[in-house]
Nanobody
Framework: QVRLAESGGGLVQAGGSLRLSCAAS????????MAWFRQAPGKEREFVAA????????YYGDPAKGRFTIARDNAKNIVYLHMNRLKPEDTAVYSC?????????????????WGQGTQVTVSS
């Protein structure tokens, strides 16, 4: 079973940047897709970005396009979410997820392992 631990959240001003990290352990990730989701208070969980560990294919949800970058460090088993030009509407709990398979899916139900989440707050 893959265990996930996020870090890197915090308070940032609008226009600023943050880098989130998701450290994975317990399993080889070569057969996994890793993703970032976010959930703001009172809103549904939203797909942000995903990366297929083998091959590095990436896919972005609408909130991330043009501003966020997902990347992986094979040696450290870490997935990063680089977030630039942050907006107050990016405020949410960001969670890392892992799903076994080769297809990138945007539904949370497609992922079986989740981290505890990290809070990102963007002030105006």
């Amino acid at each position: 079973q893959v265990r996930l631990a996020e870090s890197g959240g915090g308070l940032v001003q609008a226009g600023g940047s943050l880098r989130l990290s998701c450290a994975a352990s317990g399993q080889t990730l070569s057969s996994y897709v890793m993703a970032w989701f976010r959930q703001a208070p009172g809103k549904e969980r939203e797909f942000v970005a995903a990366i297929r560990w083998s091959g590095g294919e990436v896919y972005y949800g609408d909130p991330a396009k043009g501003r966020f970058t997902i990347a992986r460090d094979n040696a450290k088993n870490i997935v990063y979410l680089h977030m630039n030009r942050l907006k107050p509407e990016d405020t949410a709990v960001y969670s890392c997820a892992a799903g076994l398979g080769l297809d990138i899916v945007v539904m949370a139900s497609g992922y079986t392992n989740w981290g505890q989440g990290t809070q990102v707050t963007v002030s105006s």
